[in-house]
């Protein structure tokens, strides 16, 4: 499974790498970005290539969504503690009430130990 894994991580290198001579003319083009705040003059840039702008996309929705994740985590710690608190307070009460009723039953009879079977023979 390992030398499985070692051979699809080296495909999908390969293939990205392939992708990405493939289109380094495009990947390397200056893009002309403009963006206007309606209260200052635009603000252009002119020094950005393509690839950063894809790379920085990239990063963005990376750190979006771990952002996103992020509190659903917290939550689902929250409720993880408190789901544990309840078990083991559960826990307490069934060993306590195990012991209570071990009071009352009073001393358990020994039972035989297993004997073992004897194959009976057909004549």
Do not use: C, H
């Not at 990063?59 to 509190?71: D, K």
């Not at 020994?110 to 004997?115: A, E, F, G, I, N």
């Amino acid at each position: 499974m390992k030398r499985i894994r070692i051979a699809l991580l080296i495909a999908v290198l390969g293939f990205s790498g392939l992708l990405v001579y493939q289109n380094l003319e495009y990947l390397l083009t200056p893009a002309s970005l403009r963006v206007d705040f309606w209260v200052t003059s635009p603000f252009y840039s002119n020094g950005i290539i393509n690839a950063q702008l894809i790379l920085g996309a990239f990063l963005a929705g990376l750190l979006i969504s771990y952002f996103f994740g992020l509190s659903l985590r917290f939550k689902n710690n929250k409720i993880i503690k408190s789901l544990n608190t309840t078990l083991n307070s559960q826990m307490e009460t069934i060993s306590a009430l195990k012991n209570e009723l071990s009071k009352f039953q009073g001393p358990t009879p020994q039972q035989d130990p297993p004997q073992s079977e004897v194959p009976v023979e057909n004549t």
